[in-house]
């Protein structure tokens, strides 16, 4: 194999993303220089920031550049080295970008032990998402036994482990989702007390039924409705943690109507990106690792095939399209 | 003198509290039952957080009741007790309201010493306000030295003081006044290092010169258009201390346009209000009282003569015609 097939990104969306915005094209196979070493890549991690970064306006990422490698996480095995901290074979899990082979030096790549985890949790339940979901629940809003904590986009990867541990820590768990049969996984296979499902005719209703002892701690995915509603349920001393705001990325903002309610309900908001937080990743996903490997910590994955499926996945994660953990199989 | 002079609310406002909402009424003077003590009132304070009790809203305090005396907190000195912890002549601080005498059992009372502070300290800069002050500045907003602090209402009861602190706090100070002559005190007298006037026609430009480092640290006590431009200036980790909003208070809710900012600069918001941190309160005021007492924290007062003042002294407080802490003076 002498070639690379990669994908670029071919332009900025100025709304909605396609994957015309994106091209694949051919490499050479990158060859290991000193202290390098080449990844044959399994999965890409598919991600919501993933849309900031397709937009130059300013975030707290850098602009993915148009014409260069879509960035992201994967995880692969390594298939030459000359970096003596990596060996041919080891498994590793990095910022591989969307091409079928990555050249690294270490920066940003970890060896990992994939005998007891599957390879591609480390992008997902004992990765970065599993982090993010960790340091929102345990730094922010911090549940306490009998709080009830509201989880959006539940049955994503990273809602799908906030309610999850914050069911193990005693608070009463109601997750948000897109549509009967993800509200059913979340609470008929993750275990959450209730999930409401956003697409409900009578969202409003339902969110103040699952909801009589109001609402504690918000672990907020995606803005929009969801959010508004649960803002009028929340309980004095409420703590919000703003993960992400998925409806506003290719739609209108979500504003916050009345700042009176801080004083009113003395709420705490808080935004997050967890890579400022890299300090804490060994704790959060030690523990989240011991969890899934004992099987006490549940997930679940949706599997495009094949590098040239990234664009229209990144497409549909957008949406909603995913169901758990959105990646994309290479080998 | 056998009567007792009060000022009761009359009606509640729908939209623009006036002098007219409030009536004056005669009742006997108060007596000293067993565990009691009367309280020949010397101030009454006036506080922003009086318009919030004023409607039946649901809010963080119970609604002043109509036809009831108008509640407050105010000073004077005892003149009747038979309460053992309360002696004939000493100085007390407690909710006595808008009257000329006080009826309390010890519940909210405490005695202050006036020999090195005055009286009225103690509903003002060594009182609620500077407790506020300190609170929001030290456990919300926790500046650095060398960072850059907001504060809006700077001539206020409560941002003066906060100012003052982050400036012993190595913190750049920059505060937001309406008028140049609040603004020629809060940079001249109480040492801010800058302070932009929101009445100005160019107050957005004005704001973005005196703040060429953006924000790290906001104490909000206004909302509106000077919250909305503070916003604009955030930097990363910034942290907001929502104290007061006094801009809509008789107005349009303030709403907070975007809530991208949370994830872009990665923004920590919190309302607070200084009651639920009594614990706090000897610490607050310990540290304040002493930088009052040897001259290092500054702080004006605005003196409204007579209990029959106290009605319009609180239309003019929402409306900014205070400088500094408004008091009343009945004796």
């Not at 399994?42 to 991600?47: A, K």
């Not at 990422?61 to 095995?77: D, F, I, N, T």
């Not at 970890?110 to 340091?135: E, F, K, R």
């Not at 703590?239 to 990325?249: F, N």
Request: glycine share 14%; hydrophobic share 40%.
């Amino acid at each position: 194999m002498a070639v690379n097939k990669q994908i670029v990104l071919d332009s900025r969306p100025t709304d909605k993303v396609s994957a015309s915005h994106f091209r694949a094209v051919e490499a050479p196979m990158p060859k290991a220089g000193e202290g390098e070493f080449v990844v044959r890549q399994h999965y890409l991690s598919l991600d919501p920031y993933m849309r900031g970064r397709l937009s130059d306006a300013k975030s707290y990422a850098k602009p993915q550049e148009v014409g260069a490698v879509m960035g992201g996480g994967s995880v692969g095995e390594i298939v030459e080295s000359k970096n003596p901290k990596f060996k041919v074979g080891d498994h590793v899990v990095g910022p591989g970008g969307w091409q079928m082979f990555a050249k690294g030096d270490g920066l940003g790549w970890n060896v990992v032990d994939a005998s007891h985890i599957p390879l591609q949790a480390y992008v997902g339940v004992v990765g970065m998402p599993g982090a993010t979901a960790w340091y929102g629940l345990n730094e922010i809003i911090k549940p306490k036994a009998g709080e009830t904590v509201v989880v959006s986009a539940a049955s994503g990867a990273v809602g799908g482990v906030v309610g999850q541990l914050a069911k193990l820590k005693g608070a009463k768990v109601v997750g948000i989702a897109g549509g009967k049969e993800k509200c059913g996984y979340v609470q008929g296979e993750l275990g959450f007390d209730a999930c409401v499902d956003h697409r409900s005719a009578n969202f409003g209703d339902e969110m103040k039924a699952a909801l009589p002892n109001g609402v504690d701690g918000l672990f907020e995915n995606v803005g929009g409705e969801p959010f508004l509603q649960t803002l009028k349920r929340l309980n004095d001393f409420a703590r919000i943690a703003i993960c992400g705001l998925i409806a506003s990325y290719e739609a209108a903002p979500t504003a916050l109507p009345d700042m009176r309610i801080f004083l009113v309900r003395r709420i705490k908001i808080e935004g997050f990106i967890v890579s400022d937080h890299l300090n804490l990743w060994p704790k959060a996903l030690g523990e989240i690792g011991g969890l899934v490997a004992s099987g006490k910590l549940k997930y679940r994955e949706t599997v495009r095939e094949g590098l040239e499926a990234a664009p229209q996945g990144l497409v549909d994660l957008l949406s909603g399209g995913n169901f758990g953990k959105m990646l994309v199989k290479l080998v």
